[in-house]
């Protein structure tokens, strides 16, 4: 563990700083000037299939074992990246990890929940549930293991609490090093504290969030989030969000995103997911139409993560060979098991 500026604990679990690369070919495709877009490979953190959840988590779980935990309860969807995230970091101290996943198991595990299974991760299946359910349960499942001697914390679902915030800030500081002047970043907003924490840090101007559906008031939790590392409360009516790339819900592909999984895969040989940084992307071609990105300040695209989710995803085959349909509101049984939405 080691104590950084900000006075706060971090354990070494990924790979950093992350590069930073250009990206001409999506530029130009996307009608951005090729030199104007940047890519964070927060998707190269290294462990445990990476993404952005490992630079929370050396700050979540650094103040777990500070606190005395011996084992970790988390929560998320079926084919949550921060519940696999979660079962690696458990597996570096060697400490037990729960997750408390929506859903009921649907057939070969597949995608991150094949990687939970190999980080040795045990899975209590939550059924048909939101997220305030999922909290009820990892509360149980904690007391659970509190009475057979166990001292579990409970990590909030997407580890979007003060210290993943934190760790978004740090985040934004390293892009700054790396990158540095006036630069517009480009992120998807699950759970929140991924975008909190850069708009604290860069300010509400220079981050643009795309939705993914996760939460049910994106602009409020954000707003909170940022506020709990800020020295002013940030009022959520000035944070830049586009809500236009939902579809049919968290958890659903649309056609938008598969064409933007596509483009990037196509131009740069860069793999995005369904339901986080495909939104992303194709939130961030909107906005480059609607002329609110790409004609002033260059563009940086946060890559942050989710490979393995599109693997588990049940169209991963039609995002790769074409457009496939978009999906409605119908969805089926089996459908909302492997990918209930999270919100309320
Ligand atoms: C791949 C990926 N990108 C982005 C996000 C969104 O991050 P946050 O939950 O901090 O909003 C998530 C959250 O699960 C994710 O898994």
């Known amino acids: 563990m080691s104590d950084d500026s900000a006075g706060a604990v971090r354990i070494s679990l990924g790979t950093f700083p992350t590069p930073v690369e250009s990206v001409p070919r999506l530029a130009a495709a996307l009608g951005i000037g090729m030199d104007q877009l940047w890519i964070k490979r927060d998707d190269l953190t290294g462990l445990g299939g990476g993404g952005n959840k490992v630079r929370k988590l050396e700050r979540i779980v ?6 005395g935990a011996d084992a970790l309860v988390t929560t998320g969807a079926a084919q949550s990246n921060h519940a696999r995230v979660t079962a690696a970091a458990g597996a570096r101290p060697g400490i037990p990890v729960t997750l ?4 009921e198991p649907d057939g070969a595990a597949v995608g991150n929940l094949l990687l939970d299974g190999l980080f040795g991760a045990r899975i209590r299946w939550a059924g048909d549930v939101g997220t305030s359910a999922l909290a009820v349960l990892a509360e149980e499942v904690a007391a659970d293991l509190a009475s057979a001697g166990a001292h579990p914390a409970i990590i909030p679902f997407g580890g979007s609490n003060r210290d993943g915030v934190l760790a978004y800030a740090d985040a934004a500081r390293e892009l700054c090093a790396q990158l540095p002047g006036e630069s517009v ?24 969030g795309v939705h993914t559906g996760a939460v049910s008031d ?16 940030i009022d959520p009516r000035i944070l830049r969000l586009r809500t236009d790339q939902v579809g049919a819900g968290y958890g659903t592909l649309t056609e938008r995103a598969a064409e933007a999984i596509r483009l990037a895969a196509r131009t740069e040989g860069i793999v995005l997911d369904p339901v986080y940084t495909g939104r992303a992307l194709a939130g961030l071609a909107a906005a480059v139409r609607d002329g609110d990105l790409g004609s002033d300040a260059p563009v ?18 039609a995002v790769a060979s074409g457009a496939p349909r978009e999906e409605d509101s119908r969805r089926t049984a089996s459908a909302r098991r492997a990918q209930v939405p999270l919100q309320d």
Do not use: K
């Open 100 to 103: 408390v996943l929506a859903g």
């Open 62 to 67: 650094a103040t777990a074992l500070g606190g």
């Open 185 to 208: 970043s480009v992120v998807a907003l699950g759970s929140g504290g991924t975008m909190a924490g850069l708009a604290a840090e860069l300010g509400t101007r220079r981050v643009l």
């Open 218 to 233: 994106p602009r409020a939790v954000v707003a909170a989030l940022a506020s709990m590392v800020t020295s002013e409360p």
């Open 300 to 317: 940086v695209f946060w890559h942050t993560g989710g490979l393995p989710g599109l693997f588990g995803h049940r169209q991963a085959a």
